[in-house]
């Protein structure tokens, strides 16, 4: 195995990361205004900006979905038991003891084995639950939601947008240990990062594909 640097993340996933960092930082904070948290905006300033702004990650998604699908970068995000076990005490103890990562991402795979279960557990679990909470309180005339069952949706919306918050700050802090930040997030930036290649997928990248390796 030697390892390069290869073009990991296409412009598409690149443009995706960013504009749904941006689109849920926008939605937490309308969200918390919306809440009383604090008073930046009006009530209704709040409501048109969280709502804009969820139907523009819901459109993203959609077509993220889409890309996921037909690309096959789906598999990425399939979890594993393999190093799962070695990877969570590496974040657990050994990032304080400054053990190197035991998980080297590969071609095939870049998430290693905790990063692809929490992806599938957001993706699966915490989004649907915010989205389908989310659209429960936006259409409650419809539905003829009021008094304790409109309240029981808002908990629940309220709390998955917690989950994300704490999901965002764990995700920020990570980036700040082993590498250094800019190494971590460089590769969606330019798109490179470093991986496992196998003689056969080295010798496909400088044949086929010589710009998406270094």
């Given at each position: 195995m030697n390892r390069r640097r290869v073009l990991l993340f296409s412009r598409f996933e690149r443009f995706w990361h960013w504009s749904q960092m941006v689109l849920i930082f926008l939605l937490l904070l309308s969200g918390f205004n919306i809440h009383g948290f604090?008073?930046?905006?009006?009530?209704?300033?709040?409501?048109?900006?969280?709502?804009?702004?969820?139907?523009?990650?819901?459109?993203?998604?959609?077509?993220?979905?889409?890309?996921?699908?037909?690309?096959?970068?789906?598999?990425?995000?399939?979890?594993?038991?393999?190093?799962?076990?070695?990877?969570?005490?590496?974040?657990?103890?050994?990032?304080?003891?400054?053990?190197?990562?035991?998980?080297?991402?590969?071609?095939?795979?870049?998430?290693?084995?905790?990063?692809?279960?929490?992806?599938?557990?957001?993706?699966?679990?915490?989004?649907?639950?915010?989205?389908?909470?989310?659209?429960?309180?936006?259409?409650?005339?419809?539905w003829n939601g009021a008094g304790e069952s409109l309240m029981w949706v808002a908990l629940v919306h309220t709390a998955a947008a917690f989950a994300i918050a704490v999901f965002i700050i764990a995700h920020i802090y990570l980036l700040t240990a082993g590498h250094s930040f800019v190494q971590h997030v460089m590769p969606m930036i330019d798109g490179f990062d470093e991986v496992d290649l196998t003689p056969e997928e080295e010798a496909y990248l400088e044949q086929d594909v010589p710009n998406q390796i270094k």
């Amino acid at each position: 195995m030697n390892r390069r640097r290869v073009l990991l993340f296409s412009r598409f996933e690149r443009f995706w990361h960013w504009s749904q960092m941006v689109l849920i930082f926008l939605l937490l904070l309308s969200g918390f205004n919306i809440h009383g948290f604090y008073h930046v905006l009006d009530f209704r300033g709040a409501v048109e900006w969280h709502t804009m702004a969820a139907i523009a990650l819901g459109v993203l998604w959609i077509f993220a979905i889409f890309w996921h699908l037909t690309t096959g970068t789906w598999r990425h995000y399939v979890p594993t038991t393999r190093g799962l076990w070695q990877v969570a005490r590496y974040y657990a103890y050994g990032i304080f003891k400054g053990e190197r990562h035991p998980y080297h991402k590969a071609y095939w795979r870049k998430h290693n084995p905790l990063q692809a279960l929490t992806y599938l557990a957001l993706k699966l679990l915490l989004f649907p639950a915010i989205w389908i909470s989310g659209l429960a309180y936006l259409f409650a005339g419809f539905w003829n939601g009021a008094g304790e069952s409109l309240m029981w949706v808002a908990l629940v919306h309220t709390a998955a947008a917690f989950a994300i918050a704490v999901f965002i700050i764990a995700h920020i802090y990570l980036l700040t240990a082993g590498h250094s930040f800019v190494q971590h997030v460089m590769p969606m930036i330019d798109g490179f990062d470093e991986v496992d290649l196998t003689p056969e997928e080295e010798a496909y990248l400088e044949q086929d594909v010589p710009n998406q390796i270094k």
